[in-house]
């Protein structure tokens, strides 16, 4: 079986994404990693109660917690990174020249796919942010109908989609998708990948500028509005 993983970056802002997002997750992922940082990239502390009852929400359909949790092999975990705002006062962007922002957030992901990689041997990763949801039955679908694809042919290491994102509340789809959701293969963190991993483009470069063209597909798969 295809054991994809999902890692989401998400602040204190992001709670009312939380709950449904974990829903539509639950059927199509064995784990979810769920990255946070202490702070806001503007150096502003984040709402630690607000974090706290995000934890406390995502606990409640963690199958290790909860013996009836519709799948026995569903794990959410939670990642804290750090930010070294000293080298913020020194110099506006990251390291290499990226901007600041984009460099923690794509060293954050990095961190969390070494994670995953390392703590349960992840086949995929599914990278999204809070406000992009993934249509259960639609994913599967298509998992079941591209199986060669997710596990013998081993040349394509990285799948963008095509999806539409969501404004304030997880009823308030965009009118346009767009593409910015990706799932790769634990290869893209082998050295030679390093700079498609911490750049400017943040997850989109990963099926951007990976070459030659047969290492990279994009699908169209829409993730659908949700009714809550």
Known sequence: MTKIDT?????????VFIEPLIKSLLPISNNILFLYSDYFLGNIP????????IKSTAEKYNSNSNSNSNSNSNSIHFLKYEIDFNEQSKNLNGPKGISWKRYWICLARKQGMEYLKKTQNSDWFLILDSDEFPEPNQFNEWKKNNYDLLN???????????NYVYFWKPTYQALEYEESIVMVRPTILDSQYEDILINEWERTAYHRFLLPEN?????????????T
Do not use: A, P, W, Y
Request: hydrophobic share 35%.
């Open 152 to 162: 013998n042919q081993h040349d394509i290491i990285t799948i963008g989609f095509s």
């Open 215 to 227: 290492k990279m597909m994009n699908i169209f798969c829409l993730l659908s509005s949700l009714k």
């Open 46 to 53: 984040q709402d630690q109660t607000t974090i706290s009852r």
């Open 7 to 15: 890692i989401v970056c998400f602040t204190s802002d992001d709670e």
